[in-house]
Structure formats: structure tokens, C-alpha cells
């Protein structure tokens, strides 16, 4: 069954510092991946996703992730974390059903502080 | 161009009773997708509907839990006879054709509290 796993639960970085965020799939084939940020009391906001081709991905507000194979990863990467980064981010994995991918499992999330 | 709309944004239900839940897709989009995030949680997958078809209700609970997508209106997930460990935020998410492809647009949610 497809899962993900998201090793941190909190991180704290300070502003300026370089940020990355961890990500672990299960999956039996070429996952579709997905990265989105939730802000206190609203939605979700898709930040980038990789579905196949470069392995590095560029995505809004300054974010990349790298998808490794071989290490089943798709970690979330920012060089210089703004105040406003400060956030819940949560790593999605694609799941098929009856031969399309229609539905996300997400991972239990990374919520990101930032000191000034 | 508006995104995916939930309302009510906060729902306060006493023990027993339904909770009604609204969803209308960003426009042009025919799929929709329910989630729920229970407290320190992720998102958990619920059903996912098209137009007047359910294709996939794994992860909806067997009982008191249904949801419908009609042929007008928004997407409708009801809850009888809620309980309070179904307090949660529950999210709406819609895409256009329901390909792998395609991004999944969120809602704001209903968070929904049970006293």
C-alpha cells in the first residue's frame, strides 16, 4: 500500500537559513508527488509536484524538491526561508484506483517555525 | 476565477445531530475529493466523486457518513448523528478530469466541532 512518511514533525530554522524538508514514499511504480503548505486555518497550497522527467522540481515562492529513486525521497528545499514560510508543509503521494490516480495520502506534515 | 468554496468555514454540532457539509469546484472542474485532518494529523482521504457517481468511497466510515455530487449544486458530505471524534476540518479538494496529472484545488475547509 502507498504511504508517506514525514520523519519531522517540527523544525525550527532562522530567517536567511537554508531549509529541507524530508520525505519518504511507499509506492510500487513511478509515484506522482506532491508538496503543498497550510497556513494556520486555511487550505492547502500546492508548492510544487514531480510526475516524471527532470528530477528536480521547481515549485513557488522559491522552493525545489529532488526526487531520488533510490532512496524512495522527495525532499522540500528552500535556499534562504522567508518569515513568512513559517507553515505547515505536508508531502503527497498520488494513489491509483481502478487505473487512474485520483486520490492523495498525504504525510502527517512538518510544521516549520522561523526565528527572526 | 474563484477557487474551491466550502461553507459553512465553522459548524458547531451537538451530539446526535447531522452536520451538512458544502463543496462547489473551482469552475470547469467535475471531480471532487473529501478529506478529512483530525487533530496533529494529516489529510485522510474520503471519497472521491464525479457528477452524480461515487467512484471511490474508501476511506468514507461505513456508518453515518455519505456524500453526494448532483448533476447541480455543490458536493455534499453529511454526517448523521455526529459524535464528538468526528471533530475535524474537513477539506474539499476538485480537479478538472481527475487525471494523475492534474493538481488538486483545496477548499478553506469546514471545521466542524462536536460538543
Known amino acids: 500500500a502507498q504511504s508517506v512518511t514525514q520523519p519531522d514533525i517540527h523544525i525550527t530554522v532562522s530567517e536567511g537559513a537554508s531549509l529541507e524538508l524530508r520525505c519518504n514514499y511507499s509506492?510500487?511504480?513511478?509515484?506522482?508527488l506532491f508538496w503543498y503548505v497550510q497556513s494556520p486555518g486555511q487550505g492547502l497550497q500546492l508548492l510544487l509536484k514531480?510526475?516524471?522527467?527532470?528530477?528536480l522540481v521547481q515549485g513557488i515562492k522559491g522552493f525545489e524538491a529532488e526526487f531520488k529513486r533510490s532512496q524512495s525521497s522527495f525532499n522540500l528545499r528552500k535556499p534562504s526561508v522567508h518569515w513568512s514560510d513559517a507553515a505547515e508543509y505536508f508531502c503527497?503521494?498520488?494513489?491509483?484506483?481502478?487505473?487512474?490516480?485520483?486520490?492523495?495520502?498525504f504525510g502527517t506534515g512538518t510544521l516549520l517555525a522561523v526565528q527572526p | 476565477n474563484a477557487g474551491v468554496m466550502q461553507n459553512p468555514r465553522h459548524l458547531v454540532r451537538r451530539r446526535g445531530q447531522e452536520a451538512r457539509l458544502r463543496c462547489s469546484p473551482m469552475?470547469?472542474?467535475?471531480?471532487v475529493y473529501w478529506y478529512r485532518q483530525l487533530p496533529e494529523e494529516g489529510l485522510k482521504f474520503m471519497v472521491y466523486?464525479?457528477?452524480?457517481?461515487?467512484?471511490?468511497e474508501s476511506g468514507m466510515p461505513k456508518e453515518r457518513f455519505s456524500a453526494e455530487f448532483p448533476k447541480e449544486g455543490p458536493s455534499i458530505l453529511r454526517i448523521q448523528q455526529v459524535v464528538r471524534g468526528d471533530s475535524a476540518a474537513y477539506f474539499c479538494?476538485?480537479?478538472?478530469?481527475?487525471?494523475?496529472?492534474?493538481?488538486?484545488?483545496f477548499g478553506p475547509g469546514t471545521r466542524l466541532l462536536v460538543l
Open positions: 503527497a503521494v498520488g494513489a491509483e484506483y481502478g487505473g487512474a490516480t485520483n486520490k492523495l495520502i
Open positions: 466523486l464525479q457528477k452524480e457517481n461515487i467512484i471511490d
Open positions: 509506492y510500487g511504480a513511478t509515484p506522482y
Open positions: 469552475k470547469g472542474h467535475s471531480h
Open positions: 479538494a476538485s480537479s478538472p478530469q481527475g487525471l494523475a496529472q492534474e493538481t488538486q484545488y
Open positions: 514531480y510526475f516524471s522527467g527532470d528530477t
